[in-house]
């Protein structure tokens, strides 16, 4: 049978391998597996918490290993990332556990000429006192912050320039567990309603005072297997998502263009604020995430989504002009680090040439807004050149749209200095992802 440790080992090898999505490896690796709750859930915080913290881990082992890391065999050092892990952060387990783990599955899972070495590293470490070891003379304040915060060191330099003091709170709550929201299916309940159901199905959730149809589901809970979400009666969602489709503000009988859809939470939740009634076209460039969206609205009950292909970069052709349009442009998701850890080791060179992939997508987009119309666009990124930059542009360059300022409960306060039309929200301040919306109104 197959240990908690075992599991996170194959699903961080395989995110270490292949680039998988972290979400996608584990529910990969587990739906496989005969493993208990309990089991489960320790394999899911140890696989997690060794993404998030790998630079913090890796410091601790390059300080006891006379090899460098890049030397040690990838399951070796993937099973000492998860011993010191354990050392570090989950106090329920004792160190000789955490050590002796990983020592037999080093002789199991493939590294059994390295097992000597990955207990000579962990008993080292434990002997030390199983803390972060001081930093050396020569380490400067950025080189503490992302060891301490785990975090690459061109993402704080880039956050420091853009947000200043925001920075380490910020770095900070990219460690922490986000909330979980669900968009309630105001077409089939009310929030009430679905409050006492789940309920009833011992599943903990709280209503929202803004925006509405919103609420808040106890952490760690497994929504899939609700018969209230199996009967299309709330869709999970951020609450940064769902503050954008407030201000997009749809009304019953308008025209709705989402451009960049997949996998189709934006959709949903502008439809339903329509009460179902007049078009929501949802568009992706790749067919089988066209497929995700209308199961998700068969699923919602959402008879007004019209899903189809269509590349939002390079249309064949437009459809009808549209009442508004989103345009959630493909991002660097360096706002959503706390849900996908695996974007912090990405390499930042692609992201150099996002803005011009993002401008683009943004003017083709601005053709299907009818006049009088609204573009709206966003991001789930941290990042000037993909947000305020990309804005400015088009406002520059298209005189037949002008910005349309945004209007926000005070409660949301702006701690990013930008234009009316423009908000960046932080999780630390707003409690949302990392997110960037900006408006324009076609004159």
Known sequence: MTSAREAALRALLRVESEGAYSNLALD?????????????????????????????????????????LKKISPVALELLRIAVYQILYLDKIPDSAAVNESVNLAKTCGAKRASGFVNAILRNFVRSGGKLPP?????????????????????????????????????????????????????RVKEEQLIERL????????????????????????????????????????????????????????????VCSAPGGKTFTLAERMENRGRVLAFDKYPRRVELIRAGARRLALSCVAAEVRDAAEPKENPEPADRVLCDVP???????????EIRFKSPKPI????????????????????????????????????????????????????????????FRRVVKEPENQMTFLPHVHGTDGFFVAAFRRK
């Open 199 to 258: 309920q009833g199905e011992g599943r903990e959730a709280f209503q929202v005072d803004w925006p509405d149809h919103v609420v808040k589901l106890k952490n760690g809970m497994e929504f899939t297997s609700s018969a209230c979400y199996r009967d299309g009666l709330f869709h999970i969602q951020d609450l940064s998502s769902q503050i954008l489709c407030a201000l997009i503000a749809p009304q019953p009988g308008e025209t709705i263009a989402d």
């Open 28 to 68: 990969h690796m587990l739906s496989g597996l005969s493993i208990d709750p309990r089991d489960r859930s320790l394999a899911t915080t140890i696989f997690y918490g060794v993404l998030e913290r790998r630079i913090t881990l890796d410091y601790v082992i390059g300080h006891f290993s006379s090899m460098p």
């Open 331 to 341: 991002c660097s998701g360096l706002g959503v680090l706390r849900r996908k850890p």
């Open 135 to 187: 930093f050396q003379n020569g380490e400067g304040p950025l080189r503490r912050l992302s060891v301490e915060y785990s975090c690459p060191e061109w993402i704080i330099s880039l956050w420091n320039r853009a947000y200043a003091e925001q920075t380490e709170p910020l770095l900070k709550s990219m460690l922490q567990k986000p909330d979980l929201y669900a968009r309630v299916n105001n077409t």
């Open 352 to 411: 150099d040439s996002l803005p011009d992939l993002q401008y683009l997508i943004l003017c083709k987009s601005a053709e299907l807004v009818r006049k009088g119309g609204m573009l709206f666009y966003s991001t789930c990124t941290l990042n000037p050149a993909e947000n305020g930059n990309v804005a400015a542009h088009f406002a520059a360059d298209h005189a037949e749209f002008e910005p349309w300022p945004l209007r926000l409960p005070r409660a």
